[in-house]
């Protein structure tokens, strides 16, 4: 899904994970070019540029400074990018239109939806989404499927409350994990930490909507689903280093971490020290 007529990137990785495909550029290529960038995509310049020039549906050229975190709605419009003067660097997020009316449905809006057109403006919600999806392309996927599953929801339920026109926000399923549900739901998330979790699994067990399960369980836990079951591993980890001699890759994937590089990197963040470092004080 490379944008018509880009030109060549330094850069330039793609992937495509349930509901969403994302592509992360980066040139120093400048000067004038002719790039038609995906209709119903969402752009995000991650580089400043002190002038670039653009144009809509074949109007008149438009010159204009871009801002780092500019974010763009294509929608449904012909955007071209004709001129630019400094390093590009951007990422893009295309959501399955089916994935977006399921959200609409499941939260009592009417479906065929469509996200205004709207360019150059600031977006706190959508950079950070795109800065974490940039993240995981750049590490090929080390996170797993509950972070960019999480991601992709709350990006389809931000775009319907702020970008879809329709009046009504979404409605939220409140107080359903609590008290036994939310004992299941954790003794499962204990029981399954070498599996991969999803967002789809987790939410079947706790008889939730897939695109309201992360605010339900943040709203419980005080945290978000992959965050709590990064934690949950490592602290099986700790128990599993303390009291086992298993080697640092075979507790890794005891616990459910894709790879021991990726194992050691999140234990050194929340310990301060290697796998091996915290074993060794035992």
Known sequence: MEPIGIPHHQDYLKAVWDGITVEYMCSNETGDY?????????????A???????RVDGGSSQTTPLLPGSVFLYSSSEFVWSYRE???????????????NRVAAESSLSTGVEIEY?????????????????SELLNGGLAGKLLTESLTNVLAVHLLRNYSGLMTQP??????????????????????????????????????????????????????????????????AKLLLSVTRLSVSEVAYRVGFSNQSHF???????????????????
């Open 171 to 236: 409605r939220l399923e409140v107080g359903t994990l609590e008290g036994l549900m939310l004992k299941q739901l954790k003794d499962f998330i204990e029981e399954n930490l070498a599996e991969d979790l999803t967002i789809a699994k987790l939410a079947t067990v706790a008889h939730v909507s897939p695109f309201h399960f992360a605010r339900e369980f943040k709203a419980a836990t005080g945290q978000s689903p992959h965050r709590y079951v990064t934690q949950q591993r490592l602290e099986r």
């Open 86 to 100: 400094g390093k590009s660097e951007c990422v893009h997020l295309t959501l399955n239109p089916e994935l977006l």
């Open 118 to 134: 709207r360019v150059l403006f600031a977006d706190p919600t959508i950079l950070h989404v795109a800065n974490l999806f940039k």
């Open 34 to 46: 002719d790039a038609t960038f995906p209709k119903q995509t969402i752009g995000v310049a991650l």
């Open 264 to 282: 050691t990197a999140q234990f050194r963040k929340a310990t301060g020290t290697t796998p091996k470092g915290y074993r060794d004080q035992f």
């Open 48 to 54: 400043p540029q002190e002038r670039v020039v653009w």
